[in-house]
């Protein structure tokens, strides 16, 4: 049943853009769902999708916008399942909720008016580590805090053709050497990339001016973060905290994995937040049409997500 909704809603449209027509028909699709589950509809100023029971304290869900090249799972999964457990739950208080536009800001989450006490979100992991594990479940001890900025290297440019190679200022040169030092920086319990550079005047027969390179850094722990942001010495544009997440999972998967999440979830700005990932298959693709987890995964992590419900409610 679970793969089958995710199957509809990517039957609406692959490309779902938050507070466009397909998210909207996405979540008047999930809007029924809900009321089949037994669930009180309504929808708050920011556009959020709830579906309650009750006087909720609980609450559970994730978002149904996409980016334009999507999977099936990312973010329809949490929604999906979340009402699977509501429905298992039939006389448990609890809100079910699909979060506007989380690909684009997240939007929805960040304008929440009311506040749970605790919010459970399900969600596939989007990289390999589980797989590699060889683990179905993993529970997400925080949400990673980012740094970005760019480092700008100047050189001068010559003749690609009449210039001896000592006499050359290449900036090109001193930012390939950049690229190797992040990559050697981070490891320890952060992850850092130069994913954007820019070259000047980017002719094949000039001698490279001016190169700007952009760096995103990443970690759970903020003293990393910092330490390597000082260490790379690039100019920061901005830098955002690491998030730590609630035990709700942890109590009922004792043995399963404990992992970071380096990307962002609408987790980080729900108060007493706690998020479960389910293993990504085919490499961990993720934002991409083949993005997998297996039916067998989901059907752990609806148990896993329904267990912790039934045990916050109680
Ligand atoms: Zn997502």
Redesign the pocket.
């Known amino acids: 049943m679970i793969v089958e909704r995710l199957e509809q809603i990517y039957a609406i449209a692959q490309h779902r853009a938050g507070y466009s027509a397909e998210e909207d028909a996405a979540h008047e699709l999930a809007a029924g769902w809900m009321r089949e589950a037994g669930l009180d509809v309504s929808v708050d100023d920011a556009g959020n999708l709830f579906g309650k029971r009750g006087a909720p304290r609980v609450w559970a869900g994730?978002?149904l916008d996409s980016v334009p090249t999507g999977g099936r799972f990312?973010?329809a999964l949490?929604v999906v399942a979340a009402i699977e457990a509501a429905a298992r739950l039939p006389e448990a208080p609890l809100a079910v909720v699909a979060f506007r536009a989380?690909?684009t800001g997240p939007m929805g989450s960040k304008r929440l008016a009311e506040l749970p006490d605790a919010y459970l979100e399900l969600?596939?992991e989007?990289g390999p580590v589980l797989a590699s594990l060889g683990e179905p479940l993993g529970v997400v001890t925080a949400i990673a805090g980012q740094a970005r900025g760019f480092r700008v290297f100047e050189g001068r440019a010559d003749h690609a053709g009449t210039t001896p190679m000592d006499r050359r200022d290449d900036a090109l040169v001193q930012a390939a050497k950049f690229v190797l030092h992040v990559r050697e920086c981070a490891g320890e319990g952060t992850v850092a990339t130069v994913g954007s550079i820019e070259v000047e005047p980017n002719a094949t027969n000039v001698v490279p001016a001016k190169v700007t390179v952009s760096v995103d850094a990443r970690s759970a722990d903020a003293k990393l973060l910092d330490a390597l942001v000082e260490e790379l010495d690039f100019e920061l544009q901005w830098r955002s905290d690491p998030v730590p997440m609630g035990d709700a999972f942890a109590a009922i998967l004792p043995d399963a994995p404990r992992l970071v999440s380096g990307?962002g979830?609408?987790a980080m700005f729900v108060p007493g937040s706690s998020l479960l990932f389910v293993r990504s298959l085919n490499g961990g693709v993720s934002h991409h049409p083949d993005e997998l987890s297996s039916a067998e995964d989901i059907a752990l992590a609806v148990d896993a997500l329904t267990a912790a419900l039934a045990r916050l409610v109680s």
């Open positions: 994730s978002h990312d973010g949490g989380e690909e969600h596939i989007q990307a979830h609408d």
